[in-house]
Nanobody
C-alpha cells in the first residue's frame, strides 16, 4: 500500500523556520514528481511546491517563493520542505503526495503535519 507520513510541524513564531519531512512507502518514489500541499481552516487545499523526479526542477506558489525550499532524497524515499521566514498565513495542515501535472496521484492522503505560526 502507498503511504505518506508527514512530520516536523510545530508551533513557531513569525519569522521562524521549520523543516517538514515526508516518508513515502509502497511506491517507486524516485519515479514520481512530488508535491507539498496545505490546507488552512476554512480554505481549500492548495499546492505550494513541487519537485520533479530527479530533483532538478522545482515550482512554488507565489506566496512562498523565496521562503520555502522543496527537496528530495530518493534513496531514503523522503521529501522535505524547508520553510523560512514563516508568516501567520502559513498556518495550515501540510500534506505530501506524488503529483502529475500538479494533481495529486494517490489516495488516501496521509494525516498531515500541523504548522502553526503565531503572530
Amino acid at each position: 500500500q502507498v503511504q505518506f507520513v508527514e512530520s516536523g510541524g510545530e508551533l513557531v513564531q513569525t519569522g521562524g523556520s521549520l523543516r517538514l519531512s515526508c516518508a513515502a512507502s509502497g511506491l517507486t518514489f524516485s519515479s514520481y514528481a512530488m508535491g507539498w500541499f496545505r490546507q488552512a481552516p476554512g480554505k481549500e487545499r492548495e499546492l505550494v511546491a513541487t519537485i520533479n523526479w530527479t530533483g532538478t526542477t522545482t515550482n512554488y506558489v507565489d506566496s512562498v517563493k523565496g521562503r520555502f525550499t522543496i527537496s528530495r532524497d530518493n534513496p531514503k524515499n523522503t521529501l522535505y520542505l524547508q520553510m523560512d521566514s514563516l508568516k501567520p498565513e502559513d498556518t495550515a495542515l501540510y500534506f505530501c503526495n506524488a503529483v502529475v501535472r500538479s494533481l495529486a496521484v494517490f489516495e488516501p492522503w496521509g494525516q498531515g503535519t500541523q504548522v502553526t505560526v503565531s503572530s
